[in-house]
């Protein structure tokens, strides 16, 4: 792998189907496929049997691939409280797996993810699905939609980071990135004064 070139593993973390998706991204932000897959167990399994499954699937992945980095789709309140638990106990064991690896994750919203893919933060699972397949140049949409997911977080990721091979005077972000951050900036002191 060229070194202007960031391997990236993206994971849409979930209990009975977790896709993980690795994607290489050079510095000018062409994406290519590596490898996609969707870990499942079935809900009869123990708790502890079904995150060990998940957390070794992960591993395996992790150590075959060797990326550079790590996304994570970031856990956010739903009105389903067991899908809540299961994808945070899920993203527990992908932090676990990363961190025993010595890679930092970066972690997503969902809508972080479709504003980066699509340009719209509000996307649907088809359009985002869509320009996975664009983005990769994908013939069909990777399907279940969690291996289209893990692929959009790692796509999110590589984009929204550092450019490999950027010049260190601009921060290593492209104008549009160095954008993106100073609006979270802005939005973070808005939350914290008001």
């Known amino acids: 792998m060229p070194a202007t070139t960031l391997r990236v593993l993206g994971i ?56 550079g980095a790590v996304a994570l789709e970031r856990v956010f309140a739903q009105h389903n409280v067991r899908t809540v638990m299961g994808t945070a106990q899920a993203s527990g064991v992908a932090l676990h797996a990363a961190a ?24 649907d699972k088809q359009q985002v699905g869509a320009m996975v397949a664009r983005v990769l140049g994908l013939d069909e949409v990777p399907k279940p939609a969690d291996a289209s997911d893990a692929l959009a977080l790692a796509i999110c990721h590589a984009w929204k980071g550092p450019q490999v091979g950027a010049p260190a005077a601009a921060g ?12 979270e900036k802005s939005a973070v002191k808005r939350r914290l004064t008001t």
Request: include cysteine.
């Open 12 to 67: 849409d973390p979930g209990l009975t189907r977790c896709g993980v998706g690795i994607v290489d991204v050079t510095a000018d932000r062409r994406a290519r496929l590596v490898a996609v897959t969707v870990l499942r167990t079935p809900p009869e399994l123990a708790l502890e049997q079904r995150l060990l499954a998940v957390g070794s699937g992960i591993a395996e992945l992790l150590d075959e691939y060797r990326p």
């Open 100 to 123: 025993a690896r010595g890679l930092a994750v970066g972690l997503h919203t969902p809508s972080e993810v479709k504003a980066a893919i699509t340009g719209y933060g509000s996307a």
């Open 172 to 183: 290593g972000l492209t104008p549009a990135q160095q954008a993106w951050r100073n609006a």
